[in-house]
């Protein structure tokens, strides 16, 4: 069973500070790694995928990669309370579609 | 592009009544993919398509549930009979290939 493990949060940080947004997953064959964010009522967005070992940089977005440690990373600079959603996180292995966690909930405090 | 469009956004129907939610994936996607979300179990996949053949419905929760894919832009999802129990939002998503996935609006099902 592939499994994409998340903290569910929620997480509080102040409007200004880094955000930092961890996610484990179990099979060491995955090959490329999402992050969707969700907004309340609304539908997943993809904001970030990442698919060699080290950073990707896309505006206030970072997503670091240590398949090493089967670790992938959000954060999310100068966060704002538009910030303020939940973010999934999403792994793909090459023989089934994406696996998601179940998310972290984030609240960007003013 | 518009998106993937699903329809409705909003069902509300009484157990035992057969309910059917529609999707029309991206064109060019050649995948598309019937997820639902609750709080409990968080994002599940149901059943994938690919080409319009049914690729995967491992995880489609039993036989009350069923899903086609007469074309390459109409889907359905169906439910005969609902249950409570199912009660959920169901999004449809497409893809070029398996993993960059984009999501439909989602319909909020409610089965009293």
């Known amino acids: 069973q592939k499994e994409v493990e998340q903290n569910s949060g929620p997480l509080s940080v102040p409007e200004g500070a880094i955000a930092s947004l961890n996610c484990t997953y179990s099979d060491r064959g995955s090959q490329s790694f999402f992050w969707y964010r969700q907004y309340s009522g609304k539908s997943p967005e993809l904001i970030m995928f990442i698919y060699s070992n080290g950073d990707k940089e896309d505006g206030r977005f970072t997503a670091q990669l240590n398949k090493a440690s089967q670790y992938v990373s959000l954060l999310i600079r100068d966060s704002q309370p538009s910030d303020s959603a939940t973010y999934l996180c999403a792994v793909f292995s090459g023989n089934t579609p994406l696996v998601f966690g179940k998310g972290t909930r984030l609240s960007v405090i003013a | 592009d518009a998106g993937v469009i699903q329809s409705p956004r909003h069902e509300v129907t009484e157990m035992g009544q057969e309910v059917t939610l529609r999707c029309k994936p991206i064109?060019?996607?050649?995948?598309l993919f019937w997820y639902r979300q609750t709080m409990m179990r968080g994002l599940e996949l149901l059943i994938y398509?690919?080409?319009?053949?049914?690729?995967?419905d491992s995880g489609m929760p039993e036989d009350r549930f069923s899903a086609k894919m007469p074309n390459a832009s109409f889907s359905t999802l169906k439910i005969q009979p609902s249950e409570p129990r199912d009660s959920a939002v169901y999004f449809c998503?497409?893809?070029?290939?398996?993993?960059?996935?984009?999501f439909g609006p989602g319909t909020r099902l409610t089965v009293l």
């Open positions: 998503a497409s893809s070029y290939s398996r993993d960059t996935q984009y």
């Open positions: 398509f690919n080409n319009n053949v049914p690729i995967d």
């Open positions: 064109s060019g996607h050649d995948y």
